[in-house]
């Protein structure tokens, strides 16, 4: 059974390449992308000054352009960006640019350094400061050292990471065709070549770094990580909740069948079964909320709770829990109740729990050492998709209660075409979901002795 296992946690990492390499090329090949987010928000912000008098340019330029395509890896082929999405390739940051200007042009600022400028340029460093004066040999860099303030070359050959490169007017070009989807002789004919300065990091999922959200502007783990308490506050609650009640109510309904508690409380499960968590919680709060003023409309807590004492907190959390739970509990409660009464029930009519009374067992004996055992081996093989459960979320509900946690994440970020987000909330669900199916089998396995992995 242990080699089982083992194999089965071997199994989790490929399949779970398989999933990001899918979710990834979905969310770069779909139209929509945080390039066409960036610019739609900087032409309403164009609309807006130009509405109001301003006398702001509209639309973004290229060279902001060139960055965003840059920062979110629509500068490289998708197989090369997914794979320093990753982590295993490493990406190119602090992009610093400059261009080569042609003989006798101006060279205002550059002093009497710069002596061809065909092939030398001073580049400034980003986030450095510092000037760097670059040689290239036709299409290749010949050397680069510091320039101090004075603008005397530094005799170093320590250039602390920075690597540099040649971008030709061609690269340009055929740059400026990809993103316009253009022919490669439309593009300008303006463009000169260029170095690019860069340093060369790993920033991936395996360095545990998911990018940044276009629609927050904060990291994404970041934003994960402050919605995961939430998340793991409903979703244990509503666990505890549901398996310790459903499963005492379907072993007295088993044994009560079509008695009068039986059928009440089907009708019941029934109802709510049939109603959707999302739209109960419209409707509780319209009634319970708005009209009622019973339980507040949104939020978790309310606005002066770092202002209260322990046990006002207590109880704030607990009158802002109470409607929200109830719609997270109401439709796998029905779910489980019923699967645990017709287990139950299956098993009681067998041979074995008939001949265990026949031989002096007691009713109350075969049921739970018997019967029972047997009944929860397929409630059993979905245990571990709790853990989904209770990480994940339901966006539906937190999104009629406006409680901010990982299902409200993950539809805000669909509203907002939020790759980084999408793909990041993705593979997190994805691994949850695997472990999930591991934890299943290990739970059956510890249950049922008759199973046996090999």
Same mark, same amino acid.
């Given at each position: ?154 005799? /170093? ?148 709770? /770092? ?41 009681? /009519? ?34 571990g998709q709790l853990i989904t459960m209770i990480v994940g979320g339901s966006i539906l509900i937190e999104s009629v209660f406006d409680i901010q946690g990982f299902g409200l994440l993950q539809y805000q970020a669909l509203l907002g075409r939020d790759q980084t987000v999408i793909m990041g909330t993705l593979t997190i669900a994805a691994a949850l979901l695997l472990i999930g199916n591991v934890l299943s ?14």
């Amino acid at each position: 059974m242990r080699e089982y296992f083992i194999r089965r946690f071997l199994l989790i990492p490929p399949t779970l390449l398989g999933v990001t390499l899918i979710v990834f090329a979905i969310t770069r090949l779909v139209p929509g992308g945080p390039i066409e987010h960036f610019l739609e928000e900087a032409q309403k912000a164009s609309e807006g000054a130009s509405s109001s008098g301003g006398q702001m340019a509209g639309g973004m330029n290229e060279e902001q352009i060139e960055k965003l395509e840059e920062e979110y890896g629509y500068d490289k082929p998708i197989f090369i960006s997914y794979l320093q999405w990753l982590g295993i390739l490493p990406r190119e940051r602090f992009i610093s640019k400059a261009d080569f200007r042609p003989a006798g042009s101006d060279k205002i600022g550059t002093g009497d350094l710069i002596k061809d400028p065909e092939n030398e340029v001073l580049l400034v460093l980003k986030n450095d400061g510092r000037q760097v004066m670059v040689k290239r040999e036709e299409k290749e860099i010949k050397g680069a050292a510091f320039v101090s303030s004075d603008m005397t070359l530094l005799e /170093s050959t320590d250039l602390g990471g920075w690597r540099f490169r040649i971008e030709t007017k061609k690269d340009r070009q055929v740059r400026w065709a990809e993103r316009n989807k253009e022919a490669v002789d439309k593009a300008p004919q303006n463009y000169d070549d260029r170095v690019v300065g860069y340093k060369r990091t790993y920033a991936g999922i395996l360095q545990g770094r998911l990018g940044v959200s276009t629609e927050f502007g904060d990291p994404v783990w970041s934003l994960i990580k402050d919605r995961i308490p939430i998340a793991l506050y409903f979703g244990i609650l509503t666990a505890l909740i549901t398996y310790g009640i459903s499963l005492p109510l379907g072993i007295l309904k088993a044994i009560k069948h079509r008695s009068a508690v039986d059928n009440l409380t089907s009708v019941l499960i029934f109802i709510g079964y049939a109603i959707p968590g999302f739209a109960l919680g419209a409707v509780m709060l319209i009634y319970l909320g708005a009209r009622g003023g019973w339980f507040p409309l949104f939020g978790l807590t309310s606005t002066d709770f /770092s202002q209260m004492n322990f046990f006002e907190q207590v109880k704030d959390l607990a009158h802002h829990t109470v409607l929200p739970l109830t719609c997270y509990v109401i439709g796998g409660f029905a779910w489980l109740t019923m699967m645990m009464k017709n287990n139950l029930m299956e098993n009681l /009519s067998t041979d074995y729990v008939r001949t265990a009374v026949a031989k002096g067992v007691s009713f109350r004996s075969a049921v739970f050492k018997h019967a029972f055992r047997n009944s929860i081996i397929p409630i059993a093989s979905t245990m571990g998709q709790l853990i989904t459960m209770i990480v994940g979320g339901s966006i539906l509900i937190e999104s009629v209660f406006d409680i901010q946690g990982f299902g409200l994440l993950q539809y805000q970020a669909l509203l907002g075409r939020d790759q980084t987000v999408i793909m990041g909330t993705l593979t997190i669900a994805a691994a949850l979901l695997l472990i999930g199916n591991v934890l299943s089998d290990i739970i059956v396995a510890i249950i049922d002795p008759r199973v046996k992995f090999n």
